[in-house]
Antibody, heavy 117, light 107 residues
Framework: EVQLVESGGGLVQPGGSLRLSCAAS????????MNWVRQAPGKGLEWVSY????????YYADSVKGRFTISRDNAKNSLYLQMNSLRAEDTAVYYC??????????WGQGTLVTVSS | DIQMTQSPSSLSASVGDRVTITCRAS??????LNWYQQKPGKAPKLLIF???SLQSGVPSRFSGSGSGTDFTLTITSLQPEDFATYYC?????????FGQGTKVEIK
């Protein structure tokens, strides 16, 4: 069974940093592209970042470019999102998602990031 | 960036109704269009990929159509478990933009 389990969310002050992790199991992690998608409270879905299966290709939404860094460790079956210079508007549930043929077939349960003083 | 516009933003329907949700792209995206269903407090779930392909395990009352800029998600005979918010997403270009969502409520 495919499982994606996010962790690392919490309360952080504006300007602070947080590192999200996503533990993958039930599939060959190194064969799949991965994404982070977020959802602010009461709002719609916003794509955040993409990483290829090898980690060689990375994309970011303009809203996080220069502040967030996506990475993966295929040996540990893990996906990461390093978030720096956090702003109030980054407050959201962050989902780890598995991509196949350009669709997001599996999603984790999400981890809540709250940026507030 | 490619903008995705869904209509309507919300709708009220009864069990057994046929429901149609439209998604329009700001430029041609071929068939790179996916549909997701999200229930309150839960992660989104993939329903349709590549505009018209039904994800495994999704009931056949869900169907998708369209190509280019105009797409449709149809639910024939709405069931109680279908009351949720539906999102389209283009996967033609980066950023992989989502529509704003369509909330399907009980009439």
């Amino acid at each position: 069974e495919v499982q994606l389990v996010e962790s690392g969310g919490g309360l952080v002050q504006p300007g602070g940093s947080l590192r999200l992790s996503c533990a993958a199991s039930g599939f060959t992690f190194s064969s799949y592209e991965m994404n982070w998608v977020r959802q602010a409270p009461g709002k719609g879905l916003e794509w955040v970042s993409y990483i290829s299966s090898s980690g060689s290709t990375i994309y970011y939404a303009d809203s996080v470019k220069g502040r967030f860094t996506i990475s993966r460790d295929n040996a540990k079956n893990s996906l990461y999102l390093q978030m720096n210079s956090l702003r109030a508007e980054d407050t959201a549930v962050y989902y780890c998602t598995r991509e196949l043929m350009r669709f997001l077939g599996y999603w984790g349960q999400g981890t809540l990031v709250t940026v507030s003083s | 960036d490619i903008q995705m516009t869904q209509s309507p933003s919300s709708l009220s329907a009864s069990v057994g109704d046929r429901v149609t949700i439209t998604c329009r792209a700001s430029q041609s995206i071929s068939s790179y269009l996916n549909w997701y269903q999200q229930k309150p407090g839960k992660a989104p779930k993939l329903l349709i990929f590549a505009a018209s392909s039904l994800q495994s395990g999704v009931p056949s009352r869900f169907s998708g159509s369209g190509s280019g800029t105009d797409f449709t998600l149809t639910i024939t005979s709405l069931q109680p478990e279908d009351f949720a918010t539906y999102y389209c997403q283009q996967s033609y270009g980066t950023p992989r933009t989502f529509g704003q969502g369509t909330k399907v409520e009980i009439k």
